[in-house]
C-alpha cells in the first residue's frame, strides 16, 4: 500500500515568511495528490487536487499555491505568510478512480504562524 | 460533483450505550465512501470503507456503516461505545472516476460519558 511521507511535523513560522511544505509518496504511480487544511475546531478543507504532474486545481482562493514537479511529490507554497494560515495541513493521496479511491494520509505539518 | 453532510458537528453517549453517526451524501455516480476517525494530536485512520460490495461494511472496533442508495445515507454505528471512542470522525466521498476529488465532511465530535 501507498506511504506518504509529510515534513516537517511542526513549524513555527513569523508573518510575511515564505512556506514550503513538500510531501512524497511510496507505493504507487501516477497517484491523484491532495492539500486538505485543518483549522483549530474545524473539519477538513480541500486546498489543492492534482491528477497528473503540473496539473493543479485550486479548490479555494487563498494565500496559498501547490506544484506538482515529480509524479509523487507534491509541495505546498507560500511567499508572505499570514497570521490566518495558521492550522494542520494533510497531504493525500489516492489511486486513480475505479475501485481505488481510498485516500492515504500523512502524519501531517503543524502550522503555527505568529 | 459529490458532497457530504454530516448532520451532528457533536454528538455525546455515555458508555455502554449506542453509537450513531450521521453521514448523507451526493454523487452524480456511484460513490465511495469511507469512514475516518482522528484522535487528539493524531493522524486519520480508517475505520471502514464502501465500495459497492455489500451494502452493510464492517470496521475495526465493533463499528459498522450502512449504505442507503434510496436516502443518500452512510451512517456509523457501534452497538457499545467505549471510552476510548472519543474522537473526530470524518465521512468521506469519491467518485470513481480517474478525476474524483475526495471530499471530507465537516466531522462529528463524539465524547463518551462514563
Known amino acids: 500500500s501507498q506511504t506518504i511521507h509529510q515534513w516537517p511535523a511542526t513549524l513555527v513560522q513569523p508573518v510575511g515568511s515564505p512556506l514550503s511544505l513538500e510531501c512524497t509518496v511510496e507505493?504507487?504511480?501516477?497517484?491523484?495528490l491532495y492539500w486538505y487544511r485543518q483549522a483549530a475546531g474545524r473539519g477538513l478543507q480541500l486546498l489543492f487536487y492534482?491528477?497528473?504532474?503540473?496539473?493543479i486545481s485550486s479548490e479555494v482562493p487563498q494565500n496559498l499555491s501547490a506544484s506538482r514537479p515529480q509524479d509523487r511529490q507534491f509541495i505546498l507554497s507560500s511567499k508572505k505568510l499570514l497570521l490566518s494560515d495558521s492550522g494542520f495541513y494533510l497531504c493525500?493521496?489516492?489511486?486513480?478512480?475505479?475501485?481505488?479511491?481510498?485516500?492515504?494520509f500523512g502524519q501531517g505539518t503543524r502550522l503555527t504562524v505568529v | 460533483a459529490q458532497s457530504v453532510t454530516q448532520l451532528d458537528s457533536h454528538v455525546s453517549v455515555s458508555e455502554g450505550t449506542p453509537v450513531l453517526l450521521r453521514c448523507n451524501y451526493s454523487?452524480?455516480?456511484?460513490?465511495?465512501l469511507f469512514w475516518y476517525v482522528q484522535h487528539p494530536n493524531k493522524g486519520l485512520q480508517l475505520l471502514l470503507k464502501?465500495?459497492?460490495?455489500?451494502?452493510l461494511v464492517k470496521g475495526i472496533n465493533g463499528f459498522e456503516a450502512e449504505f442507503k442508495k434510496s436516502e443518500t445515507s452512510f451512517h456509523l454505528t457501534k452497538p457499545s461505545a467505549h471510552m476510548s471512542d472519543a474522537a473526530e470522525y470524518f465521512c468521506?466521498?469519491?467518485?470513481?472516476?480517474?478525476?474524483?476529488?475526495?471530499?471530507f465532511g465537516s466531522g462529528t465530535r463524539l465524547s463518551i460519558r462514563p
Open positions: 492534482s491528477v497528473g504532474i503540473g496539473q
Open positions: 468521506v466521498v469519491s467518485g470513481r472516476s480517474s478525476a474524483s476529488k475526495i471530499i
Open positions: 493525500a493521496c489516492s489511486g486513480q478512480g475505479g475501485m481505488n479511491t481510498e485516500a492515504f
Open positions: 454523487s452524480s455516480y456511484s460513490p465511495s
Open positions: 464502501y465500495t459497492s460490495a455489500a451494502t
Open positions: 507505493g504507487t504511480s501516477n497517484p491523484n
